[in-house]
């Protein structure tokens, strides 16, 4: 076999490589849930979760792509779900709550893109702080209640039946993706967004304007969180300080399971987003159905996510360029 030969049969590897860890995610939790994962019951629950980490994933592709670490998106979830139920409840307009969700997100993506493209400190350090800082904004916001209730509306806000709801979640998803898709593969956005996660210095000297490019970036990445808090609010109804808490981490792992670099760069792909997602899902789903406590899950979650590090970066860390 020739190198040219082999070298082929590693990218195809590696472009399936996604597609079989889902596939035997779901087999394994399949045979040691006796079942209960497929489910009826599971599976709806399953669509449900898998469309707001798919969503926020998708989007984080863009900034994690650039090479930025963002590690504050649940609470901006979190934020941007509790003032939009909150316009809510004040108004009787879901719609409103909607515009509110998307401008609150936008105001968070744009603070944390000129951040990053302006000032020199690693940004994964500020988006932590950010993070803790929102958290404790959220909790003074909410004060002695713990959780916000849409049914408390000063006019009544209709309830969506479970197939409403998942065309509604369809259709955000669908959309999302493939605008996702045209921006990252098919615009001048998605090369330089590539071209900066592989090396911003080379990027810088080639032309690329990376201030720009950073900050729509994470614009991008703010409508995907956007929507997935509207997502969240329109099916649980309600929202409270530990909404989205865990969607931090697992974008993170999602986007290692769905074959993408945490360095970014040009191996960065948007349906990463969609596959990890689904993985991700799947794996938090079969863990809690096996009966394991919280910690346990955090601890197995955290061993596959180094193995699945480990094993991708020998394929590419190497070929990175110094940064």
Do not use: H, W
Request: proline letters at 2%; a positive charge; charged letters at 10%.
């Amino acid at each position: 076999m020739d190198k040219k030969t082999k070298k082929i049969d590693a990218k195809l590897i590696g472009n399936l490589a996604p597609y079989i860890g889902l596939v035997l995610v779901i087999i394994i939790f399949s045979i040691t849930t006796k079942g209960a994962l497929l489910s009826v019951t599971n599976l709806q629950s399953l669509s449900s979760q898998v469309i707001v980490t798919a969503l926020v994933t998708i989007g984080a592709v863009f900034v994690f792509g650039a090479g930025y670490f963002d590690m504050s998106l649940g609470g901006c979830i979190c934020f941007a779900a509790v003032v939009g139920g909150q316009a809510a409840i004040a108004t009787g307009n879901i719609f409103l709550a909607a515009v509110v969700i998307l401008l609150v997100a936008l105001v968070f993506g744009l603070i944390k893109g000129i951040f990053a493209a302006t000032v020199n400190v690693p940004f994964f350090i500020f988006t932590i702080v950010l993070g803790s800082v929102i958290s404790a904004v959220v909790l003074v916001m909410l004060g002695s209640e713990s959780t916000i209730y849409l049914k408390d509306a000063v006019k009544e806000i209709p309830s969506l039946s479970f197939s409403q709801m998942s065309a509604v979640n369809i259709i955000f998803l669908a959309v999302f993706f493939i605008i996702c898709v045209i921006l990252f593969n098919y615009t001048s956005l998605g090369v330089r967004i590539k071209n900066m996660g592989g090396n911003i210095i080379s990027a810088k000297q080639s032309g690329i304007d990376t201030r720009k490019t950073t900050i729509s970036a994470f614009l991008v990445s703010a409508v995907g969180v956007a929507i997935a808090a509207f997502v969240i609010l329109l099916r649980t109804r309600t929202v409270g300080g530990t909404t989205a808490s865990t969607v931090g981490n697992d974008v993170m792992v999602a986007l290692v399971l769905g074959g993408m670099p945490l360095s970014g760069g040009p191996k960065s792909k948007i349906s990463a987003g969609l596959l990890g997602a689904a993985t991700i899902t799947v794996l938090n789903s079969g863990l809690t159905i096996m009966g394991l406590s919280t910690g346990q899950i955090q601890i197995c979650r955290g061993v596959v996510f180094i193995v699945v590090v480990l094993v991708s970066s020998l394929s590419y860390r190497g070929k990175l360029l110094p940064r």
